[in-house]
Nanobody, 128 residues
């Protein structure tokens, strides 16, 4: 079983930045890519961003385009998301996930069904 551990969350003011990391361990990672989702209190998981291992193609939710950047370090089996110009609407628990099917477009990449490994989350709070 693959273990995913997120880190880097915290409390920031609106307009500030955070960089989240997700380290994979437990066995060799054989999934097709990694994604980030977030969940605000009382709401469903919301897609944030995803990246494909082989070619680095990325997908972003419209709400974060131009503000967030997803990247990977293949040698370390680690995925990152740089979050700039944060808004209180970005507040939530952020989860990383490993994709079990090819990420062939935004529709696939943005659905939780495409992912079979999930981290336990890291809290991001943006104050107004």
């Amino acid at each position: 079983q693959v273990q995913l551990v997120e880190s880097g969350g915290g409390l920031v003011q609106a307009g500030g930045s955070l960089r989240l990391s997700c380290a994979a361990s437990g066995r060799t990672v054989t999934n097709f890519g990694m994604g980030w989702f977030r969940q605000a209190p009382g709401k469903e998981h919301e897609f944030v961003a995803a990246i494909r291992w082989r070619d680095g193609i990325t997908y972003y939710a419209e709400s974060v385009k131009g503000r967030f950047t997803i990247s990977v370090d293949n040698a370390k089996n680690t995925v990152f998301v740089q979050m700039n110009s944060l808004d209180p609407e970005d507040t939530g628990v952020y989860y990383c996930a490993g994709a079990s099917i090819p990420l062939l477009g935004s529709a696939v990449a943005s659905t939780p069904r495409a992912y079979n490994y999930w981290g336990r989350g890291t809290q991001v709070t943006v104050s107004s």
